[in-house]
């Protein structure tokens, strides 16, 4: 069984940062991505910012320069590294990996950004 445990989330103003975590368990034979989602409020589920298992990263447009995925494969872990925050980054962000072909997400943490 694969668990995915992320740490992190919590009230921030605007302009602060905030450093997510995302730390995958249990039987892992083989990590073909990971990543971060975000939903807001009345709003869908969106991709924030992924690795590929070749290594490439990806960003949505709304947060590129201002947040920045990165790893320890190691320890099987994942950091989302988010400064500039606005107000509008206020969502629940949920890890999302693909583990030995099957698609695991994490218990989501909040992010609220707000003065």
């Known amino acids: 069984q694969v668990q995915l445990v992320e740490s992190g989330g919590g009230l921030v103003q605007p302009g602060g940062s905030l450093r997510l975590s995302c730390a995958a368990s249990?039987?892992?034979?083989?990590?073909?991505?990971m990543g971060w989602y975000r939903q807001a409020p009345g709003k869908e589920r969106e991709s924030v910012a992924s690795?590929?298992?070749?290594?490439?990263?990806n960003y949505a447009d709304s947060v590129r320069g201002r947040f920045t995925i990165s790893r320890d494969n190691a320890k099987n872990t994942a950091f989302l590294q988010m400064n500039s925050l606005k107000p509008e980054d206020t969502a629940v962000y949920y890890c999302?990996?693909?583990?030995?072909?099957?698609?695991?997400w994490g218990q989501g943490t909040q992010v609220t950004v707000s003065s």
């Open positions: 999302h990996a693909i583990i030995n072909t099957r698609e695991y």
């Open positions: 249990g039987n892992i034979f083989s990590i073909y991505g």
């Open positions: 690795f590929t298992r070749g290594g490439r990263t």
